[in-house]
């Protein structure tokens, strides 16, 4: 195990290489150029030219990936245009939110859809099963922004019950704010992990192996936890991985919804305002995270099926 | 091979009945037999006459769909009327399984330690140190070298053999006083088959234990039972010591099935075997389900379903016709 981690994390190499690469060249893609996004649209060409040298965007694009490479590998991921600060301190400012919202929104999301995909699974057929699934459906054809919004009128601002938004001070503060987000997030991907336990329960629950535990006299909890459960999840785990992604992205949405001072806003206003060093150094943080994530998961399914070889 | 011990029999299997579907398909059909202490019982007959769900439905092990009826006598009482509770601590405790395919009936994703130890943990009082110890004893006793590292590892790492060797380890870890083995070796190469054959055999003698041995092998049958009993379409057709029963086979299907052993030294004779295969559950014919196939199907066997009839005690048969059948000779 110890073996396979190591060389999982050397694998990481090659993959944020590549996403560094492709970070700089999307930037280099974006429309309009960088000395105009601080210049104004009314500069005039010798200031473009002063920005561009300053920049270091005259020289030969090789030479510009290379001192890209070498800054971000020493932790300096330039200055936002217009917030005058340092990117890495825009990123462990706004970053963690995010964070902490996307965690919040996984472990919600887990907690709905495991119980619930074994009761589906376990009643299949019956009218709680079609509860179950008709419900998720509803929650997966919705919008984020429109299941956020219809949380925050109800629970919100009718019941009071959680604040409209913002992120609070202080730990708990900050948890309590995140709930109705977090619940908002975390909604379709409940729906798709319980969809996947479901039928993955269902195509385990009356294996040889299930059948075998239970001449044994094991009670039921026990097949149901260590045999049953155990083997559905490998593939709920692959898929749950694979959907980080997407959560993340579902956080920018979210947060720009209840107003969340994190990276997905942080984002979106730098993309808005062309602060290409945010936009740059916020893709990498995410894209690292991203990818540190999948190293995660394949940790846990190898955990959860030795017979992925290590 | 063993005469008969007739003691009194430790399984009472009376007129079981499992069906799926609603009572639609039934998969076994009034099925009576006993099992006496120490004995070796062959459950015999094609793919498809009904002896997994037969072993099974003994410990109650069907599907949610299934529904079982009947008796199943087990140390006076009736295991098809226990509770739950108490159904578990016979299951693995008392009554052990161990199945065709150990490649699919061991947890793929659990270490052999934790699927021998969770059989102590439910039917033994050892503690943590007390279980390894007895699981090593048992991969011992199953001649499974090297124990203290196999055990550590997962069932995909182990050859075909090796693996029904830790399912029988694994059943018998609680001492069981029965074990039902469906088709334990029809997954295995030849020599392979032996050499579990004759475990089973040896812990039979060591331990006790009676066994119900499923299989459509009847080389398997002459060389490890007491007693047989066949199976065609759901139900009992003909009971005996294997002695008896191969020496005068009494029914027609039976007969039909000896025809079809391969004979020490010659080529599988083919000459008596059966034309056709076992009908679906929802297309039985009505009379002897098995006279479509039947030589000597006679008016009567389209009409009526023949009574299993004692010849003796512990012999039986369920033909109409089986005077001819016997005049015919065993093809043994
Ligand atoms: N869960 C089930 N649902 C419906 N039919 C079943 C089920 N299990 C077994 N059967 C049917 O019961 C019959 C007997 O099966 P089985 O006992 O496995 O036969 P055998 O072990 O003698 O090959 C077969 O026709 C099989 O298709
Ligand atoms: S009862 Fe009739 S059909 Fe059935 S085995 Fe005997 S002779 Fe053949
Ligand atoms: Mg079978």
Redesign the pocket.
Known sequence: MASYIARRLLQLIPTVLFILIVVFALVRLLPGDPASAILGDRAVDADVERINRELGLDRPLVVQFGVFVKSVATGDLGDSIHLKLPVTTLIADRLPVTIMLTVMAALIAVVMAVPLAFVAALRRGTAADSTVRGAFQVGLSMPVFYLGLILLTVFGAKLRWFPVGGYGEGFVDNLYHLFLPAVTLAFSLSAILMRNLRSAIIGVIDAEYVQFARSKGLAPKLVLFRHVLRNALISTVALFGLSIGTLLSGAVITETVFAIPGAGRLMVDSIYGRDYPVVQGLTIALAVLVSVTFLLTDLVQVWLDPRVSR | MSGPKTTEPVLDVRNLTAT??DGE?T?VNDVSFTVGSGEVLGLV??????????LRSIIRL??A??DVSGEVRWQGQNILAMRDAELRGVRGGQISMIFQEPMSALNPVLPVFTQIEENLKAHTDLDGNGRRARARELMDMVGIPDAARRLKEFPHQFSGGMRQRVMIAIALASNPRLLLA?EPTTALDVTIQDQILKLILDLRDELSMSVVL?T?DLGVVAATCDRMAV?YA?RIVETGTVSEVFAQPNHAYTRGLLGSVPHAGTERSRLLSIDGTPP??DRIPPGCAFNPRCEFATDACRATVPPLQDLSPGRSVACFNRDSVVAAGSPV
Not at chain 2, 45 to 54: L, P, Q
């Open positions: 799926f579907g398909l998969a007959g094609e793919s498809g006459s009904g002896k997994s769900v037969t069907v599907p769909s299934g469906d499923v459509h199976m759901g679906p559950l």
